[in-house]
């Protein structure tokens, strides 16, 4: 678990690798997320991911 708050530190300190990383570890689910009948909508995706960027600041695991 140390290994992930620390993932989230660093992203959290604008570290964008860690960034990356912590996007793609949960990009299936994003994905998951963001379908509607059944196809993966473009914009609702895009606006997941901007509600992380905007909200990572205030995660507190």
Not at 16 to 37: D, F
Request: no cysteine; charged share 30%; hydrophobic share 45%.
């Amino acid at each position: 678990m140390a290994n992930y708050d620390d993932l989230i530190a660093r992203a959290q300190g604008g570290d964008k690798l860690a960034l990356e990383k912590l996007l793609l570890l949960y990009e299936p689910m994003i994905n998951r997320h963001s379908r509607i009948h059944g196809h993966v909508d473009e914009d609702l995706r895009q606006f997941i991911y901007l509600r992380i960027l905007v909200n990572l600041k205030y995660f507190r695991g």
